[in-house]
């Protein structure tokens, strides 16, 4: 198994990545040049890759797909692990401020868009995959923050 990780050098990123190169599969990790993508893919040897991308840019996670099959030979499994996330309150009284809309919308478009974005370049990939016993080609798990539901309260 092969499988392209985003968010790949840190928290549930990173603990996919191990947890597959652990369990003999192979994998890329998808993130950011300045994460500790390179350092990871180094320490765990041969079956994993590091490609420095932003998950918004089609050229970067193109390249990243490519790099799996290119090093693996195909891509059987995309995780989207990448996420960003802003703290603000919509309205914030005490200084007569509104959110950032620039921030919003840099929060959907890594969030949102970037993983469409993953999603449909590692689809195409895994399109060319034999299809297994039960007709499947690969794999996609999408990934959210607990803060989904929880909230960030900010005084």
């Not at 191990?18 to 990790?29: C, H, K, P, W, Y």
Request: net charge negative.
């Amino acid at each position: 198994m092969v499988g392209l990780v985003t968010g790949g050098s840190s928290g549930l990123g990173c603990a996919t990545v191990e947890r597959l190169v652990q369990n003999g599969a192979s994998a890329v990790i998808l993130d950011l040049p300045s994460s500790d993508g390179a350092a990871l893919a180094e320490k765990l040897g041969e079956r994993c890759a590091f490609a420095p991308a932003d998950v918004t840019s089609e050229a970067d996670v193109q390249s990243a797909v490519s790099l799996a099959r290119e090093k693996f030979g195909k891509l059987d499994l995309a995780v989207n692990c990448a996420g960003i996330a802003v703290a603000f309150k919509t309205y914030n009284f005490k200084k007569d401020l509104p959110h950032s809309l620039e921030d919003f919308q840099r929060v959907i478009n890594v969030n949102i868009a970037g993983t469409f974005n993953v999603i449909r370049l590692a689809v195409g990939e895994m399109g060319k995959n034999e299809p297994d016993a039960d007709g499947h080609r690969g794999c996609i798990i999408n990934t959210a923050s607990v803060a989904a539901f929880d909230g960030q309260v900010i005084k």
